[in-house]
């Protein structure tokens, strides 16, 4: 049976397996791997994206015009600062699960979304599920 939505247990095996990869393959390749959009980082509406604990997105496999863009102090449609919340939580706990609201690329419509996220460095990569 075809499952249109990406599982926890996906996400966050995602998650590990696009960190394994930062650190065999170092960051340029893997994020241009992450933002290859029939690459293995990308499956249904499963992505990874990166941002630097500066707020600064690195890679985004939704979207890659966000790269490079500071979104700090982005807000999700309930006014959640969710890169805020994201980077505080990555230097604190180093590896966790995240709630917060996003456009869901398959549906076009906003989703309550949970991202699983691990810190590598000085970034944070996260891969997420649509609720």
């Not at 890169?83 to 690329?105: C, I, M």
């Not at 949970?114 to 990569?125: I, N, P, S």
């Amino acid at each position: 049976v075809f499952k249109l939505n990406a599982n926890a247990k996906e996400a966050e095996a995602m998650v590990k397996k696009g960190v394994a990869y930062i650190k065999a393959n170092g960051t340029a390749k893997a994020y241009a791997e992450f933002m290859n959009k029939t690459g293995q980082f990308v499956d249904r509406d499963l992505y990874l994206v990166v941002y630097g604990l500066d707020g600064k997105v690195r890679a985004h496999g939704a979207d890659v015009n966000l790269v490079g863009k500071d979104v700090m102090n982005v807000k999700d449609v309930d006014g959640k600062e969710y890169v805020r919340e994201r980077v505080a939580l990555a230097k604190s706990k180093g590896a966790f699960w995240q709630d917060y609201k996003f456009l869901n690329p398959l549906t076009k419509r906003m989703q309550a979304k949970a991202m699983y996220c691990e810190r590598v460095d000085d970034t944070v990569v996260g891969g997420g599920i649509y609720k």
